[in-house]
Structures are given as structure tokens and as C-alpha cells.
């Protein structure tokens, strides 16, 4: 079993940084993990993943170039460094992980474990 605990969201002003920070409970090291959000009234929207290694991830469009996952397994950690915010990505941040080991998903179905979220609002 796995537990997943985010923490960093807060409220910034437009073209502010922000670094969420995902700690799991659990053997992870050989589990990708994933960044989704939900903004109100929307559906949740995949944000990122890295892969078990730390050496390969993958972002949403919308967010590429903006947003960097990292993952420290000594720590059973995952981050997100949000730079240049915008007021659509206003949403709960949630960490995720997939129950089956050495995949790298991008689709929501794939992923078993997921943590609470944390509220990102971006103020204009």
C-alpha cells in the first residue's frame, strides 16, 4: 500500500513560481509517479509523470517548458517546479502512483494511488 502527501500549493500572482512536493509511504523506487489537477467545474487533467528512474518524464502541453518533475527516491519525494504561473493553472494539485512497476502512464485509469491534492490559485 501506498500513501501519497502533497504539499507546497498556496496562493501566487501571475508569472510567480511554485514547487509542489509529493512524500509517499511505501515502496516507491520502482514505481513512476504523477502530477494531475483539477480546476473547479472541470475534469482532471494529467500535468506530468517521471518514470521510476527519475531519467525519463513526460508533461502536458499546456505545460511544457513551464513545469519540471523531479524525484528524489532516497527520500520517496517527487516534486513539481511550476516557473511563469497563469491563471488557468489554478486547480488542486494531486501526486499519484500506478500499483504495477516500470511503467510510466499517462492516463488517469493507470494510476492506483493518489494523495488528497493541494490547492494551486494563481491571481491575476
Known amino acids: 500500500q501506498v500513501q501519497l502527501v502533497e504539499s507546497g500549493g498556496e496562493l501566487v500572482q501571475v508569472g510567480g513560481s511554485l514547487r509542489l512536493s509529493c512524500a509517499a509511504s511505501?515502496?516507491?523506487?520502482?514505481?513512476?509517479l504523477g502530477w494531475w489537477r483539477r480546476a473547479a467545474g472541470k475534469e482532471r487533467e494529467f500535468v506530468a509523470a517521471?518514470?521510476?528512474?527519475?531519467?525519463?518524464?513526460d508533461s502536458a502541453d499546456t505545460v511544457k517548458g513551464r513545469f519540471t518533475i523531479s524525484r528524489n527516491n532516497s527520500e520517496s519525494t517527487v516534486f513539481l517546479l511550476m516557473n511563469s504561473l497563469k491563471p488557468e493553472d489554478t486547480a488542486l494539485y494531486y501526486c499519484?502512483?500506478?500499483?504495477?512497476?516500470?511503467?510510466?502512464?499517462?492516463?488517469?485509469?493507470?494510476?492506483?494511488?493518489w494523495g488528497q491534492g493541494t490547492q494551486v490559485t494563481v491571481s491575476s
Open positions: 511505501g515502496r516507491i523506487s520502482e514505481h513512476a
Open positions: 499519484a502512483a500506478p500499483k504495477r512497476e516500470f511503467i510510466m502512464p499517462t492516463t488517469a485509469k493507470d494510476y492506483n494511488y
Open positions: 517521471i518514470n521510476w528512474t527519475g531519467r525519463r518524464s
